[in-house]
């Protein structure tokens, strides 16, 4: 119930169900009351226009039109309802038929709908109306039967959506006739969708009818419904516009209102629309209001220029339901000139965001703050220009995570290389998709002219992966940012993509920042490491020094929490207890707190600076490098000891 | 005896897409296309063929009337072959059809090919005018709303959009015709409201006839507009510093198009059948007229005709929206089946 | 294969619904020019329209008023008749003597034809031998010549001699009606489908079927009605007829200058009456309601027919068919010039009684009837069909409208016969050429009595009244009809005044428009 109300909380959705009780109300009780005002002859009073006493003039009897627009609306619902009514019948049968009847016939009646739906109503309407002739009967078997390929199509894909589910299966398999699980389960669970497409339906047909009537093929005098009135008065038009326009605002109020109303329901009720028609409204988007975090500053780092990147006390806001959510809150680093950086942590600890962020793609609707953002000594907080564009676009290379969906599926693979040439570079078109062929080989694609004219879903996911490196390198990088570019592969793929990074890093001294939750990919290809957790840098140590010598507990647990080779198979895998933190809700104080070992009252308290120790290293925890027993660990660091 | 290796002949197939030219992907998809539309259209050749034997009692009688000389009405039997054998009927028909004899107009007896090429181009020039007037008018305004509402953008821009749109999309075209009509015929006098005289008087019906397909068009466009946006690609695009116009035009349009092209296809084809309600709106001399009249007076042969044109032309535009498709997509060449 | 019906549909004499321009009477109009002569713009182009397409335009094929609109342009007859006095004026034939069944014609010297060929005497001949054999079906046989007549011709004196079978008063009249076709057409009758050769003012020059005709003006002719010429300033030199259906935009049409003069009668006739447009009105019959005389309908039966006539208010139900504009029926043959002008209608027709209506329908106690009319008369046929239907079932008759288009209604009328009731107004201008509607023989028969009247004082009224010479037996053919009227075998209740309104020219409608009246004017 509470559903329907939400419907009515709308502003279309209040409007539409006033007007649909109105026009039913209407329908109800005008015969009852102005019957006899609209049939009053006065033919000394022909094609008179508005007045007082006749709002909408007269028609060529004398009667009154708003009097009869009025009294038509019963027969003009009525009509619609029952052309609806046949509609839905008729509907249901061919919708269940392939159900019932098994796959050949089935799959007959199925194409026989498909090919139906594809003719417009209006062509099967007309269609019918010869066979059943013109007048109020013969329309309302016309625009029924015209409607049933529509609710049948709905029908099969709702029946079918159901008889995949699981309990139908189990009642086929326990031998229950289909004709049983049919009106016990199936009819039940689809009556919902039916009957609001069905609202939808009803003010679909009463257009349609007043289009049959308006072109004299629906009802025929001396009965008149919207249509008729409509046929009568654009004949008069000139004369006497409002008896047109009467009978055409009836129409389009009523039809409007059947129609807003369906669709309101079924925005509210969750339902899809027949018709693949997007309804009200419907993408869901944020609301803003964003908050400007403010975060202790960090002390200031060495502008040096062989710096690639270097970034101090980023932070990168979103807007969210109820209230700012707060992805990265205030982390510096520098990446150095063929350095490889990794980032780590769980999902929700920031590090995709981060990347983003370094590579000015996190868009309009997040905030990005920092003391300092630099990349090749180009400021990345100023806003986007043609230089730093075409500066951006050679200079740094971006690797996501998923290769199946990263690439323009409508192009073929050599233009969109090509095209980063064309647009940064100033080549032509021939020689961009020259240098592009060329990046295609030195990633290793073989027979790059042919896989250069194919399209993307002819590439296998590795090969995919390696074209996106290949189109960073059609300018000449000194960064790549590359965002779990392995996660989506097989393992022996996995291994050709990370091989090719290491590749270009050693043999055009090209940066790299490699964002991962795989700790052991981070720590084969990285020099350094920063491990992230809820926004923050909580730990940067060398790669080497990751099994070994990390002191934040999250790290040793992230680091414990991987199998390899020696791990006790008898023994359960290791885990760390507990969740992420929900970015939008951090609590005070150190943000792992909850889950840590070592945690104190001092954790729970006060939020642990990031510490720079004299080997260059950091790291954010009031217990650093204690030792601790992580739960259910493996037998061999349990035996650790911190430096 | 081993070969070595340099003897073994690569996979001739693999990266060779062109390589056995009946397994290519185009030439697949335009056998079963071309495939779909023969069955098609033999289904609308029959259903039209059935049409007038599936009148309850004697189509002849119900032409001729209660009180029509027995001889009459067997004269009229004979001479429409309907006292032969339903096949026999449908292969005369069949026959007939191949060789462009649509019959005689009961009415008139005019033959029936007579008056169809006489008032097609009136709604082929309508239709055509109108389906280009949409297709102008929505892609680049679903688009411009795309990118204006995309994710967290023009709240109020997307309802102003969605709210005029949908209204415009439900109001049946023969109302808003009306309604131009009476605004610019009656009150402003500025355009001319029946007839296809002068330029100036297709205007009016050629607007009747696309506001509302434009209006449902540019909204399935912004839907899928800003659905696209939102897709990896885009952010490669995006990534690649490609200016926003590239982006959206060559990467994000063309794959909205092909998530919008199958229901835009079915928007055209009703269209197509709107010109029948818009022709009689504006006493536009064509078709939609004549298989109003037609049809109120009984006169079958043209009624079938014309049925057939306008099935044939709604099953064309699917066709040509399929090919569309697959050059937009060349995916949904093999997804197809 | 033709579907062999009785009377092809398409060549029955409907001299129509007066919602077209022309009827079944060939008028003249004076040779001067109308308004103020510095006005008159020479040449030109005259463009008019037509509400449907003539089909055939074979002259003599049929009677239907598009055909006939057009058929004037290219052909003329070899009498007429001056519109204001119903004097008969010269043709192709400059003079004419009328001595019981023989009537003596001398053509004009140097017709020529639209090929530059003569016309002559034996032509004139040769038309009146083709209409008047039965075997070529034309419907002017027995309408506008009388059957069994005869000609014979004299080229050196360019004489023409008809002697008729039996004396008829209006012969002359039916000969101003009778187009004449040269002897090219005469000898290539399918030609005639397509092209037009005859001796009028203008010529077919090229033709769109369902579109549009376009005429050229033919210089040197001279033999006019009552002498009308081509020389005359303010005539186009080239005539368009539009084929346009739908009146509003006819009416828009004229306003926007598209076309020179369009038949308007339905609202639209208002807002051009407003816009000051030049009207020429002439009256004709609007309201005729014809009852299905034969075996097998209810409406044989002439109690039932008098039910029916006194169920009906006829003055409420003239109101309506015209939008208050038109004034009760006068005669049967009203279109101008009438030959017989009078009234033998109102004393006639049976008055309402609604109660005696009942009894009466009690007693017979019929079936629903079939009740059809003409929808092109637009939303104002349609209300008076449902005020009419209303009328009846008050009296407990039960009727079914149903409203078809001209075409549909021919179909009925000649072809099916399935119909009860009928609005369908038949305009002539002389008694005589009803008598083949109103008796004699039926369809079956090979007639047009297509309803199947049957009434012998009519009949022996007529066969009276074609004895007396002239006008002179006016009143007996006046009185002729209203003995139908007082059994109600037919019943005229409505006359409109049809208005043909014409922009950038101006020109007369003695019943339809007179290609030689018309005058270009400045704008």
Same mark, same amino acid.
């Given at each position: 119930?509470?559903?329907?109300?939400?419907?009515?909380?709308?502003?279309?959705?209040?409007?539409?169900?006033?007007?649909?009780?109105?026009?039913?109300?209407?329908?109800?009780?005008?015969?009852?009351?102005?019957?006899?005002?609209?049939?009053?002859?006065?033919?000394?009073?022909?094609?008179?226009?508005?007045?007082?006493?006749?709002?909408?003039?007269?028609?060529?009897?004398?009667?009154?039109?708003?009097?009869?627009?009025?009294?038509?609306?019963?027969?003009?619902?009525?009509?619609?309802?029952?052309?609806?009514?046949?509609?839905?019948?008729?509907?249901?049968?061919?919708?269940?038929?392939?159900?019932?009847?098994?796959?050949?016939?089935?799959?007959?009646?199925?194409?026989?709908?498909?090919?139906?739906?594809?003719?417009?109503?209006?062509?099967?309407? /007309?269609?019918?109306?010869? @066979?059943? =002739? #013109?007048? &109020?009967?013969?329309? $309302?078997? *016309?625009?029924? %039967? !015209? +409607?049933?390929?529509?609710?049948?199509? /709905?029908?099969?894909?709702? @029946?079918? =959506? #159901?008889? &995949?589910?699981?309990? $139908?299966? *189990?009642?086929? %398999? !326990? +031998?229950?006739?289909?004709?049983?699980? /049919?009106?016990?389960?199936?009819?039940?669970? #689809?009556?919902?969708?039916?009957? $609001?497409? *069905?609202?939808?339906? !009803? +003010?679909?047909?009463?257009?349609?009818?007043?289009?049959?009537?308006?072109?004299?093929?629906?009802?025929?005098?001396?009965?008149?419904?919207?249509?008729?009135?409509?046929?009568?008065?654009?004949?008069?038009?000139?004369?006497?516009?409002?008896?047109?326009?009467?009978?055409?605002?009836?129409?389009?109020?009523?039809?409007?209102?059947?129609?807003?109303?369906?669709?309101?329901?079924?925005?509210?009720?969750?339902?899809?629309?027949?018709?693949?028609?997007?309804?009200?409204?419907?993408?869901?988007?944020?609301?803003?209001?964003?908050?400007?975090?403010?975060?202790?500053?960090?002390?200031?780092?060495?502008?040096?220029?062989?710096?690639?990147?270097?970034?101090?006390?980023?932070?990168?806001?979103?807007?969210?339901?109820?209230?700012?959510?707060?992805?990265?809150?205030?982390?510096?680093?520098?990446?150095?000139?063929?350095?490889?950086?990794?980032?780590?942590?769980?999902?929700?600890?920031?590090?995709?965001?981060?990347?983003?962020?370094?590579?000015?793609?996190?868009?309009?609707?997040?905030?990005?703050?920092?003391?300092?953002?630099?990349?090749?000594?180009?400021?990345?907080?100023?806003?986007?220009?043609?230089?730093?564009?075409?500066?951006?676009?050679?200079?740094?290379?971006?690797?996501?995570?998923?290769?199946?969906?990263?690439?323009?599926?409508?192009?073929?693979?050599?233009?969109?290389?090509?095209?980063?040439?064309?647009?940064?570079?100033?080549?032509?078109?021939?020689?961009?998709?020259?240098?592009?062929?060329?990046?295609?080989?030195?990633?290793?694609?073989?027979?790059?002219?042919?896989?250069?004219?194919?399209?993307?879903?002819?590439?296998?996911?590795?090969?995919?992966?390696?074209?996106?490196?290949?189109?960073?390198?059609?300018?000449?990088?000194?960064?790549?940012?590359?965002?779990?570019?392995?996660?989506?592969?097989?393992?022996?793929?996995?291994?050709?993509?990370?091989?090719?990074?290491?590749?270009?890093?050693?043999?055009?001294?090209?940066?790299?920042?490699?964002?991962?939750?795989?700790?052991?990919?981070?720590?084969?290809?990285?020099?350094?490491?920063?491990?992230?957790?809820?926004?923050?840098?909580?730990?940067?140590?060398?790669?080497?020094?990751?099994?070994?010598?990390?002191?934040?507990?999250?790290?040793?647990?992230?680091?414990?929490?991987?199998?390899?080779?020696?791990?006790?198979?008898?023994?359960?895998?290791?885990?760390?207890?507990?969740?992420?933190?929900?970015?939008?809700?951090?609590?005070?104080?150190?943000?792992?707190?909850?889950?840590?070992?070592?945690?104190?009252?001092?954790?729970?308290?006060?939020?642990?600076?990031?510490?720079?120790?004299?080997?260059?290293?950091?790291?954010?925890?009031?217990?650093?490098?204690?030792?601790?027993?992580?739960?259910?660990?493996?037998?061999?660091?349990?035996?650790?000891?911190?430096? | 005896?081993?070969?070595?290796?340099?003897?073994?002949?690569?996979?001739?197939?693999?990266?060779?897409?062109?390589?056995?030219?009946?397994?290519?992907?185009?030439?697949?998809?335009?056998?079963?296309?071309?495939?779909?539309?023969?069955?098609?259209?033999?289904?609308?050749?029959?259903?039209?063929?059935?049409?007038?034997?599936?009148?309850?009692?004697?189509?002849?009688?119900?032409?001729?009337?209660?009180?029509?000389?027995?001889?009459?009405?067997?004269?009229?039997?004979?001479?429409?072959?309907?006292?032969?054998?339903?096949?026999?009927?449908?292969?005369?028909?069949?026959?007939?059809?191949?060789?462009?004899?649509?019959?005689?107009?009961?009415?008139?007896?005019?033959?029936?090919?007579?008056?169809?090429?006489?008032?097609?181009?009136?709604?082929?020039?309508?239709?055509?005018?109108?389906?280009?007037?949409?297709?102008?008018?929505?892609?680049?305004?679903?688009?411009?709303?795309?990118?204006?509402?995309?994710?967290?953008?023009?709240?109020?821009?997307?309802?102003?959009?969605?709210?005029?749109?949908?209204?415009?999309?439900?109001?049946?075209?023969?109302?808003?015709?009306?309604?131009?009509?009476?605004?610019?015929?009656?009150?402003?006098?500025?355009?001319?409201?029946?007839?296809?005289?002068?330029?100036?008087?297709?205007?009016?019906?050629?607007?009747?006839?696309?506001?509302?397909?434009?209006?449902?068009?540019?909204?399935?466009?912004?839907?899928?507009?800003?659905?696209?946006?939102?897709?990896?690609?885009?952010?490669?695009?995006?990534?690649?510093?490609?200016?926003?116009?590239?982006?959206?035009?060559?990467?994000?349009?063309?794959?909205?198009?092909?998530?919008?092209?199958?229901?835009?296809?079915?928007?055209?084809?009703?269209?197509?059948?709107?010109?029948?309600?818009?022709?009689?709106?504006?006493?536009?001399?064509?078709?939609?007229?004549?298989?109003?009249?037609?049809?109120?007076?009984?006169?079958?042969?043209?009624?079938?005709?014309?049925?057939?044109?306008?099935?044939?032309?709604?099953?064309?535009?699917?066709?040509?929206?399929?090919?569309?498709?697959?050059?937009?997509?060349?995916?949904?060449?093999?997804?197809?089946? | 294969?033709?579907?062999?019906?009785?009377?092809?549909?398409?060549?029955?004499?409907?001299?129509?619904?007066?919602?077209?321009?022309?009827?079944?009477?060939?008028?003249?109009?004076?040779?001067?020019?109308?308004?103020?002569?510095?006005?008159?713009?020479?040449?030109?182009?005259?463009?008019?329209?037509?509400?449907?397409?003539?089909?055939?335009?074979?002259?003599?094929?049929?009677?239907?008023?598009?055909?006939?609109?057009?058929?004037?342009?290219?052909?003329?007859?070899?009498?007429?008749?001056?519109?204001?006095?119903?004097?008969?004026?010269?043709?192709?034939?400059?003079?004419?003597?009328?001595?019981?069944?023989?009537?003596?014609?001398?053509?004009?010297?140097?017709?020529?034809?639209?090929?530059?060929?003569?016309?002559?005497?034996?032509?004139?001949?040769?038309?009146?031998?083709?209409?008047?054999?039965?075997?070529?079906?034309?419907?002017?046989?027995?309408?506008?010549?009388?059957?069994?007549?005869?000609?014979?011709?004299?080229?050196?004196?360019?004489?023409?001699?008809?002697?008729?079978?039996?004396?008829?008063?209006?012969?002359?009249?039916?000969?101003?009606?009778?187009?004449?076709?040269?002897?090219?057409?005469?000898?290539?009758?399918?030609?005639?489908?397509?092209?037009?050769?005859?001796?009028?003012?203008?010529?077919?020059?090229?033709?769109?079927?369902?579109?549009?005709?376009?005429?050229?003006?033919?210089?040197?002719?001279?033999?006019?009605?009552?002498?009308?010429?081509?020389?005359?300033?303010?005539?186009?030199?080239?005539?368009?007829?539009?084929?346009?259906?739908?009146?509003?935009?006819?009416?828009?049409?004229?306003?926007?200058?598209?076309?020179?003069?369009?038949?308007?009668?339905?609202?639209?006739?208002?807002?051009?009456?407003?816009?000051?447009?030049?009207?020429?009105?002439?009256?004709?019959?609007?309201?005729?309601?014809?009852?299905?005389?034969?075996?097998?309908?209810?409406?044989?039966?002439?109690?039932?027919?008098?039910?029916?006539?006194?169920?009906?208010?006829?003055?409420?139900?003239?109101?309506?068919?015209?939008?208050?504009?038109?004034?009760?029926?006068?005669?049967?043959?009203?279109?101008?010039?009438?030959?017989?002008?009078?009234?033998?209608?109102?004393?006639?027709?049976?008055?309402?009684?609604?109660?005696?209506?009942?009894?009466?329908?009690?007693?017979?106690?019929?079936?629903?009837?079939?009740?059809?009319?003409?929808?092109?008369?637009?939303?104002?046929?349609?209300?008076?069909?449902?005020?009419?239907?209303?009328?009846?079932?008050?009296?407990?008759?039960?009727?079914?409208?149903?409203?078809?288009?001209?075409?549909?209604?021919?179909?009925?009328?000649?072809?099916?016969?399935?119909?009860?009731?009928?609005?369908?107004?038949?305009?002539?201008?002389?008694?005589?050429?009803?008598?083949?509607?109103?008796?004699?023989?039926?369809?079956?028969?090979?007639?047009?009595?297509?309803?199947?009247?049957?009434?012998?004082?009519?009949?022996?009224?007529?066969?009276?009244?074609?004895?007396?010479?002239?006008?002179?037996?006016?009143?007996?053919?006046?009185?002729?009809?209203?003995?139908?009227?007082?059994?109600?075998?037919?019943?005229?209740?409505?006359?409109?005044?049809?208005?043909?309104?014409?922009?950038?020219?101006?020109?007369?409608?003695?019943?339809?428009?007179?290609?030689?009246?018309?005058?270009?004017?400045?704008?």
């Amino acid at each position: 119930m509470g559903r329907w109300r939400s419907v009515l909380r709308t502003p279309i959705g209040l409007t539409a169900s006033v007007l649909t009780v109105g026009v039913l109300l209407l329908a109800a009780l005008a015969p009852v009351m102005w019957t006899d005002d609209a049939n009053a002859v006065d033919t000394s009073n022909i094609l008179a226009g508005p007045s007082a006493q006749h709002w909408a003039g007269t028609d060529n009897l004398g009667r009154d039109i708003f009097f009869r627009t009025l009294v038509a609306t019963r027969l003009s619902v009525e009509l619609a309802l029952a052309a609806t009514a046949i509609g839905v019948v008729v509907g249901l049968l061919l919708g269940t038929a392939p159900f019932l009847l098994g796959r050949r016939s089935g799959r007959l009646v199925t194409a026989g709908v498909n090919i139906a739906v594809a003719f417009p109503g209006l062509l099967l309407a /007309l269609f019918f109306a010869v @066979v059943f =002739g #013109i007048g &109020a009967t013969g329309a $309302v078997l *016309a625009i029924g %039967l !015209a +409607g049933a390929p529509g609710f049948g199509r /709905l029908t099969q894909t709702l @029946v079918a =959506g #159901i008889a &995949a589910r699981d309990f $139908v299966s *189990a009642a086929r %398999l !326990a +031998g229950v006739g289909r004709v049983r699980i /049919l009106f016990r389960h199936v009819l039940p669970n #689809i009556a919902e969708p039916l009957v $609001v497409n *069905a609202t939808i339906g !009803a +003010g679909s047909a009463l257009l349609a009818f007043a289009g049959l009537s308006f072109l004299g093929l629906g009802v025929q005098q001396p009965a008149y419904d919207w249509g008729r009135l409509l046929f009568d008065g654009i004949q008069v038009i000139y004369v006497n516009p409002a008896a047109a326009l009467a009978p055409g605002i009836a129409v389009l109020i009523a039809g409007l209102a059947l129609n807003l109303f369906g669709e309101s329901i079924a925005k509210g009720l969750g339902i899809g629309v027949a018709g693949g028609i997007p309804a009200l409204t419907d993408v869901p988007d944020l609301t803003r209001g964003a908050d400007r975090s403010t975060q202790s500053p960090e002390p200031a780092g060495n502008t040096d220029s062989h710096l690639v990147l270097d970034v101090r006390d980023l932070q990168v806001t979103f807007p969210g339901p109820s209230g700012p959510i707060r992805a990265v809150r205030g982390i510096s680093f520098t990446v150095g000139k063929g350095e490889a950086v990794g980032i780590v942590g769980e999902s929700g600890s920031g590090k995709s965001v981060t990347a983003l962020a370094v590579s000015h793609l996190v868009g309009d609707t997040g905030r990005v703050d920092a003391r300092r953002l630099d990349l090749l000594g180009t400021d990345l907080r100023d806003d986007e220009t043609t230089a730093t564009r075409h500066f951006l676009g050679t200079s740094l290379a971006m690797v996501f995570q998923d290769p199946m969906t990263s690439f323009n599926p409508t192009r073929r693979m050599g233009s969109q290389l090509a095209e980063v040439a064309r647009h940064h570079q100033g080549l032509d078109r021939r020689s961009a998709m020259e240098r592009a062929v060329g990046r295609l080989g030195a990633v290793r694609i073989p027979d790059p002219e042919q896989r250069a004219h194919q399209y993307p879903h002819e590439f296998s996911g590795g090969m995919r992966q390696r074209a996106m490196i290949g189109m960073g390198l059609m300018g000449s990088p000194s960064l790549i940012v590359a965002d779990e570019p392995t996660t989506a592969l097989d393992v022996t793929v996995q291994q050709q993509v990370l091989d090719l990074l290491r590749t270009i890093r050693t043999d055009d001294d090209v940066a790299l920042v490699l964002i991962s939750h795989d700790v052991t990919v981070v720590r084969e290809v990285c020099d350094r490491v920063l491990v992230m957790y809820a926004g923050r840098i909580v730990e940067d140590l060398p790669a080497g020094d990751l099994a070994t010598a990390a002191r934040h507990p999250y790290t040793r647990a992230l680091v414990a929490a991987v199998p390899d080779m020696e791990t006790d198979l008898d023994q359960p895998l290791a885990v760390i207890p507990g969740r992420p933190v929900d970015a939008a809700d951090v609590p005070a104080g150190c943000a792992f707190a909850a889950r840590c070992p070592l945690a104190s009252a001092r954790c729970r308290a006060e939020d642990p600076p990031l510490e720079t120790s004299a080997a260059g290293r950091r790291v954010a925890c009031w217990h650093a490098g204690e030792p601790m027993d992580v739960r259910i660990e493996s037998r061999r660091l349990a035996e650790v000891e911190a430096p | 005896m081993a070969l070595p290796s340099s003897a073994v002949a690569p996979d001739p197939t693999v990266g060779r897409p062109l390589a056995g030219i009946g397994t290519h992907p185009w030439v697949r998809f335009g056998v079963r296309r071309l495939g779909r539309l023969l069955v098609s259209l033999w289904v609308l050749v029959t259903a039209s063929f059935l049409m007038i034997h599936l009148i309850p009692g004697d189509p002849v009688r119900a032409a001729l009337g209660p009180t029509a000389p027995a001889a009459l009405v067997a004269a009229k039997r004979e001479a429409l072959g309907l006292n032969d054998p339903l096949a026999v009927q449908y292969l005369h028909y069949l026959q007939d059809l191949f060789t462009g004899d649509l019959g005689t107009s009961l009415i008139s007896q005019l033959p029936v090919s007579q008056v169809v090429a006489q008032r097609l181009p009136a709604t082929l020039q309508l239709a055509l005018l109108g389906f280009l007037v949409a297709v102008i008018v929505a892609v680049p305004l679903g688009v411009a709303m795309g990118v204006a509402t995309r994710r967290g953008h023009g709240r109020r821009t997307e309802l102003a959009f969605t709210t005029t749109s949908v209204v415009l999309g439900i109001i049946p075209d023969f109302l808003i015709g009306v309604l131009l009509v009476f605004v610019f015929g009656v009150s402003l006098g500025w355009l001319p409201v029946a007839g296809n005289d002068t330029p100036s008087a297709y205007v009016l019906p050629v607007l009747a006839l696309a506001i509302g397909p434009a209006a449902i068009l540019s909204r399935i466009i912004r839907v899928e507009m800003v659905s696209v946006l939102d897709a990896d690609f885009v952010r490669t695009a995006r990534a690649k510093r490609l200016p926003p116009r590239t982006v959206y035009v060559r990467h994000a349009l063309p794959n909205a198009l092909t998530a919008s092209l199958t229901l835009g296809g079915l928007i055209l084809g009703a269209l197509v059948a709107g010109t029948v309600l818009v022709e009689n709106v504006f006493a536009w001399p064509g078709l939609g007229s004549t298989i109003v009249q037609s049809i109120l007076n009984k006169d079958y042969p043209v009624v079938q005709a014309i049925v057939l044109v306008y099935g044939v032309g709604v099953l064309l535009i699917n066709t040509l929206v399929d090919v569309a498709l697959a050059v937009l997509d060349p995916r949904s060449m093999i997804r197809e089946g | 294969m033709k579907p062999t019906t009785r009377v092809s549909t398409a060549t029955v004499a409907l001299c129509a619904t007066t919602l077209l321009l022309a009827a079944c009477g060939g008028g003249s109009s004076s040779n001067a020019a109308k308004g103020d002569d510095s006005n008159v713009v020479d040449g030109g182009t005259f463009t008019m329209a037509l509400k449907s397409d003539p089909g055939n335009l074979d002259p003599q094929s049929s009677a239907q008023s598009a055909l006939f609109t057009v058929t004037q342009l290219a052909y003329d007859p070899l009498l007429s008749v001056a519109a204001d006095s119903g004097e008969i004026q010269s043709g192709l034939a400059t003079t004419w003597k009328e001595h019981g069944k023989k009537i003596t014609l001398t053509l004009a010297d140097g017709i020529t034809c639209s090929d530059g060929s003569d016309f002559t005497a034996s032509d004139a001949a040769a038309n009146i031998a083709y209409v008047a054999d039965p075997k070529n079906k034309s419907p002017f046989l027995g309408t506008y010549l009388p059957v069994g007549a005869k000609a014979t011709a004299d080229n050196a004196s360019r004489t023409l001699t008809i002697t008729l079978a039996s004396p008829a008063p209006f012969a002359l009249n039916g000969l101003a009606s009778l187009p004449m076709v040269c002897k090219k057409g005469m000898k290539d009758r399918k030609s005639l489908r397509s092209t037009t050769d005859g001796t009028g003012p203008y010529q077919l020059t090229e033709s769109a079927p369902g579109d549009h005709f376009t005429y050229q003006i033919r210089d040197g002719y001279a033999w006019g009605p009552n002498g009308a010429t081509t020389a005359t300033p303010g005539m186009p030199d080239q005539v368009v007829v539009k084929v346009v259906e739908n009146e509003s935009t006819a009416a828009n049409l004229l306003l926007s200058g598209g076309l020179n003069a369009a038949a308007v009668i339905g609202p639209d006739a208002t807002r051009l009456e407003k816009a000051g447009l030049f009207a020429a009105k002439t009256t004709a019959l609007i309201g005729e309601q014809w009852y299905n005389h034969a075996q097998g309908h209810a409406t044989s039966d002439p109690a039932l027919r008098m039910a029916l006539t006194q169920a009906l208010d006829l003055g409420q139900l003239e109101k309506v068919l015209t939008s208050g504009k038109g004034t009760p029926a006068t005669t049967l043959a009203a279109i101008e010039p009438v030959a017989c002008p009078g009234d033998s209608v109102s004393s006639a027709l049976p008055t309402q009684d609604v109660s005696a209506a009942k009894a009466a329908a009690k007693k017979a106690s019929p079936s629903t009837l079939t009740f059809i009319y003409d929808t092109s008369g637009g939303p104002a046929v349609a209300a008076a069909a449902e005020l009419a239907v209303q009328q009846w079932k008050a009296a407990g008759i039960d009727v079914k409208a149903k409203g078809q288009d001209e075409s549909a209604i021919n179909q009925l009328l000649f072809g099916t016969g399935d119909w009860d009731i009928a609005w369908v107004p038949l305009n002539v201008n002389a008694p005589d050429q009803l008598v083949p509607f109103l008796s004699g023989a039926g369809l079956a028969d090979g007639g047009t009595n297509f309803s199947a009247i049957d009434n012998k004082d009519y009949s022996t009224a007529v066969t009276k009244a074609s004895a007396m010479p002239g006008t002179s037996g006016c009143s007996t053919w006046l009185g002729a009809e209203s003995d139908l009227f007082k059994a109600a075998d037919i019943v005229p209740f409505a006359n409109s005044v049809v208005e043909t309104f014409g922009n950038g020219a101006e020109f007369e409608t003695p019943g339809q428009l007179v290609p030689t009246s018309i005058r270009m004017v400045a704008k």
